[in-house]
């Protein structure tokens, strides 16, 4: 048993984003912890479930599920793990990618937003990926329908890369009307995930994942969002990590921009309304 593969079967056991195992394995390291699982060292009755769990995982069946899938499992050290994942309070214990794995420590704007769009906000949202995407920056979102999608779409569209960090399986596509997209992603861009093959898009996994999402990224970007969203969420984690947050402004009587107003009005985010604002405050406050 080695460190990878200590990794491999933890993160095949505990959900993404459990801060208690997260400081766990930070503290000391996965090797350690499994050892320490495995001889009985942490309190049997309460972590029963995991222990029986990962005496029933091996490491030769995930590296066979992922191989088979043709992605990669990444874990801190490796040559293409995002090194800005180490700012987190609860990092991943590993990471499944699939794609260009060379664009995950570029530069990267996070776009996020509604699902449900108008078409001002999908216009902004392709608008602002194709500007940063000209200046050599890649686009990262949550592959959801809506500003996900057009901001994922606007960064090909503009002949750049882009990373969908979803909240499921890898190999399962959802939403399912993406599929394509996804496809087209790993081209020239990356499909990243904090759960196994087969895992379905749970809610929690949502809120789990944009804290991936916000990690990776120099900067958040909100575009349209409804006074409860889970955009600014993802906000709010960016602005956890001391990253800078921005927001559109839109229709005062817009439901689709009461997000992005309260963020502005909570003076949790920079109003910006063009590609040069967003450049110029990224700048200031790096």
């Known amino acids: 048993m080695?460190?990878?593969?200590?990794?491999?079967?933890?993160?095949?056991a505990i959900e993404g984003g459990h801060s208690y195992w997260a400081k766990e394995?930070?503290?000391?390291?996965?090797?350690?912890?499994?050892?320490?699982?495995?001889?009985?060292?942490?309190?049997?009755?309460k972590h029963a479930l995991?222990?029986?769990?990962?005496?029933?995982?091996?490491?030769?069946?995930?590296?066979t599920s992922l191989t088979n899938l043709e992605?990669?499992?990444?874990?801190?050290?490796?040559?293409?793990?995002?090194?800005?994942?180490?700012?987190?309070?609860a990092p991943p214990i590993a990471l499944i990618a699939k794609g260009n794995l060379e664009i995950l420590n570029k530069d990267s704007l996070a776009i996020v937003g509604t699902r449900n769009p108008t078409n001002y906000g999908a216009r902004i949202a392709g608008e602002f990926a194709a500007g940063f995407v000209d200046r050599?920056?890649?686009?990262?979102?949550g592959g959801a329908y809506g500003i996900d999608s057009f901001a994922h779409k606007?960064?090909?569209?503009?002949?750049?890369?882009?990373?969908?960090?979803?909240a499921c399986g890898i190999d399962i596509n959802y939403p399912a009307g993406n599929a394509r997209l996804f496809s087209e992603i790993c081209e020239t861009g990356v499909l990243l995930t904090e759960v196994m093959p087969g895992c379905k898009a749970l809610p929690?996994?949502?809120?789990?994942?944009?804290?991936?999402?916000?990690a990776i990224s120099q900067a958040t970007l909100v575009v349209e969002a409804a006074f409860r969203s889970g955009s600014l969420r993802t906000a709010r984690d960016a602005a956890e990590l001391l990253r800078p947050v921005m927001a559109i402004p839109g229709p005062i009587n817009s439901p689709t921009s009461e997000g992005c107003h309260r963020l502005i009005g909570e003076r949790a985010a920079e109003l910006v309304t063009s590609v040069a604002d967003a450049v110029e405050f990224i700048g200031i406050n790096q």
Not at 30 to 39: G, I, Q, S
Not at 71 to 89: S, Y
Not at 154 to 160: D, P, Q, S
């Open 154 to 166: 606007g960064a090909l569209i503009a002949e750049g890369s882009t990373i969908a960090v979803i």
């Open 71 to 89: 992605v990669e499992l990444l874990i801190p050290g490796d040559e293409f793990w995002p090194k800005k994942m180490r700012d987190l309070a």
């Open 204 to 214: 929690h996994r949502f809120l789990t994942r944009n804290r991936l999402i916000a």
């Open 136 to 141: 050599q920056w890649v686009i990262t979102s």
């Open 50 to 63: 995991l222990i029986n769990e990962i005496k029933l995982t091996s490491y030769d069946a995930i590296l």
């Open 2 to 12: 080695n460190e990878r593969e200590a990794r491999a079967i933890l993160f095949s």
């Open 25 to 45: 394995i930070h503290q000391t390291s996965a090797l350690e912890v499994y050892e320490r699982l495995m001889n009985a060292d942490y309190e049997n009755t």
